[in-house]
Structures are given as C-alpha cells and as structure tokens.
C-alpha cells in the first residue's frame, strides 16, 4: 500500500471513530434526558416514536401560513389518525409532552386538561412580510407602517447603548460583535428559523419551527447556533445538540398561533458560558424592543437586528393575545427573541416571540406571541425539568 494510500485509510479511520464517538456521546446523554423526565413524572415508554422531518424555510413557512387564531379545543382528525395510529392515548389527557431527539415522546397526563383559548377567527397568516414604507419611526404614537399607536412608548425601556442604529430600518449586526453580548445569546436555529438563550441548557423559539401538530412529526433539524453571522462566523461558538423540544401543549395539539413557542434543550451548557435572557415581563401598551434574527430574504447565515416599537396587550382578548409591532421580518425570523431594555438597570428581558404576520384586508401587520400568563408559566415549568447533561 502506498504512503497516500494508508495516510487516506487512516483519515478515514479516525473520521469514522470520530462520528461513532459523537453518536455514543449522544445516545448517553439522551438516556441521562430520558431518566430526567421520567424522575418529573413523565411516561417516556408510549410505543409510537415521533418522526423526524428534515423542514426547509418554505416548508416551515406554509405551517404557520395555514394555521388558525385559537384553532378550536380540539384535535383536528389528522392529528387524531396520528394519535391513535401511534399509540399516544387520548389527547385531551395530555398535560405536557415532550420529544427526544430520537423521536422518544414522553407525556405527563393529568385527568382534565384545563386549556384555555381565545376562539376562531379565521384569519390566516402570511408567509411573506412587507418592508416598511418610509414612515419617520420617530414620530411618536406612529409606528413605520402608518398605525396610530394606543399610547406614547413606556419611558421605563429604551435603546440599549452600543447596539446598532436602526434609524433607516434593520441592519445586519456587525460581523466584530456577533459573538458579544447581547448577540452571542441569539442563535439560529437549523437552517430555517432563529432562537435565543433562555436558561443553562435551553433555547427559545417559536412552536412551528419544532413540531407540525397535523403530522405529528418533529424537526431533526434544530440544533443551535449562537453568534452565527454569515460565513464570515459560520460556528464562532459552537453548535449545540438538540436533546429534546417541548412545543407548549396548545401548539403541539391544535396548533394555535397564540401560543405558538417552544423550548429546546440542547447539550452542554451554552447559557452557563454564553450567558441567557430572562423572560416574561409586567410591561403592557405600547414599549419599545430590540429583536435579532436570521431572515430568510438576506444572505443565509446572516444575523439581522432591528429596534421598533410595539403594543403589548392590556389583556388576554385584547389585540387576540398577540403583540403587534413594526419590527422588519421575514420568512426565518420566526422565532427571533423580542427584548424590551430597561433604561434604569440594564435588565434585559424577552417579552414576545416573534412569528410572523396577520393579514387583515390584504395588509400585513406583523405580530409576536406575547409571553404572559399560562404560557409564560408552562415554558418556566418546562425549563426546570429539563436537566441539564454535559
């Protein structure tokens, strides 16, 4: 055998050690999730699997295109066939679930789900969402598209200093600070949405970026990617293993856009080094908030910021339970963290996740899920059970 020849063998050798080594750390770290969730009372032995999807943006788009406002109380009968045909059990049960990245799903059931909605309106979302349209953004009470805002901006939150200007509209975050705060928090996620830190172990994003609730599949694809900015910083701190996703149980049954946010826990501990964001906020009316994402009408890879202003809801029927807002997005922002900034402190903390665009007399008016009561509580909940492995 020749020199190059053994040198290739032996590459290749190392190669395949290397990914079997990798798919063992793995395989043991999934046990560790599984033994976790069982410890919280979880039941991880359902026989059905969930089924991977590997999603494109398209893909990822339609879902949330054709979804409903509040959707109903119950499963449509595709996702019923899927229930039975898996082996799932009643769905009305079901108090939360959870999916292992090897399509393991485990349930926690209580006697009477008590789930709470907000009811059919029938609009549909869009895909696509239109720049601004050159309002002066500084006017106060208007925001970029033109609509009167309910109050001026609450003066308790602000610019935060050092972030880019976004006074002619997003900007690319630059290349020299992806990788700092607060942007090393914000992550993308696979290659179709974006996501943000939100404990040691655990990301934020929307629900349909994880979990189709008509098939009754997961992504495979939603590993995360902090810092991420082009291909001038394709890895600069790492990409971090899916474990698990948990969709919040009124996404994961009926896909109801008001509730359309996930966690994913990841392996290792990025927010430990990394740092996160807290999350839920007393604020209401209208603030202004910072939001960073991956958008799909820019290069691929590219981190996008913007600062905007938005009005919160007073109530859970008020504005349909969703943040309207004039943040620039697209197709891949969907799950982008909305921050609000205190002036007074520097406390940082996520308000609304951001998804994508009601369309009401052929007008888009793009909108955040806001993170507030039942939903707020559930995704806290989850994150304490969800241990971190490393």
């Not at 045909?85 to 009643?90: F, I, S, T």
């Not at 935060?160 to 020299?176: A, I």
């Not at 910072?290 to 600062?307: L, Q, V």
């Not at 940082?348 to 955040?368: K, M, Q, T, W």
Request: charged share 25%.
């Amino acid at each position: 055998m020749s020199t190059a020849a053994a040198m290739l063998l032996l590459g290749l050798l190392a190669l395949t050690a290397s990914s079997n080594f990798c798919r063992g750390a793995v395989d043991a770290d999934l046990d560790r999730v599984r033994e976790g969730m069982i410890r919280r009372g979880y039941d991880c032995e359902r026989p059905g699997r969930a089924e991977p999807g590997d999603w494109t943006l398209d893909e990822v788009a339609e879902r949330l295109r054709v979804a409903k406002i509040g959707a109903g109380g119950t499963l449509g009968a595709r996702g019923r066939e899927v229930w039975i045909e898996r082996g799932w059990g009643e769905p009305e049960d079901l108090e939360a679930m959870t999916v292992l990245a090897d399509g393991t799903v485990c349930m926690r059931l209580k006697n009477e789900t008590e789930l709470g909605f907000w009811g059919k309106t029938g609009r549909k979302l869009a895909r696509g969402l239109v720049e601004g349209d050159g309002v002066d953004r500084s006017t106060v009470g208007v925001d970029r598209f033109g609509r009167v805002l309910a109050q001026s901006p609450d003066p308790r939150f602000g610019e935060e200093p050092g972030l880019p200007s976004t006074s002619g509209g997003r900007v690319r975050v630059p290349v020299e600070v992806s990788a700092d705060e607060p942007f090393k928090m914000i992550g993308q996620v696979g290659s179709f949405c974006s996501g943000a830190l939100v404990g040691k172990c655990h990301y934020l994003t929307a629900g349909h970026c994880v979990w189709d609730p008509d098939t009754g599949r997961f992504s495979a694809g939603v590993n995360f990617n902090p810092g991420r900015n082009g291909q001038e910083m394709a890895q600069p701190l790492g990409r971090y293993q899916a474990l698990q996703v948990y969709s919040s149980v009124r996404w994961t049954l009926f896909g109801d856009v008001t509730k359309d946010a996930a966690i994913v826990h990841v392996s290792g501990t990025p927010g430990e080094e990394l740092g996160f964001m807290d999350f839920g906020s007393d604020a209401t009316g209208t603030v202004e908030f910072n939001s960073a994402g991956y958008p799909g009408d820019k290069p691929f890879g590219e981190m996008w910021f913007d600062f905007c202003q938005a009005s919160l809801p007073q109530s859970p029927l008020d504005q349909g339970g969703f943040v309207a807002h004039d943040c620039q997005i697209y197709n891949g922002s969907s799950g982008s963290a909305a921050w609000t900034y205190e002036v007074e402190g520097g406390d940082r903390r996520i308000v609304a996740v951001v998804n994508g665009a009601l369309v009401f007399l052929s007008v888009d008016f793009p909108f955040a899920v806001f993170l507030e009561g039942s939903l707020l509580k559930e995704l806290k909940s989850v994150i304490e059970e969800m241990e971190c492995v490393s």
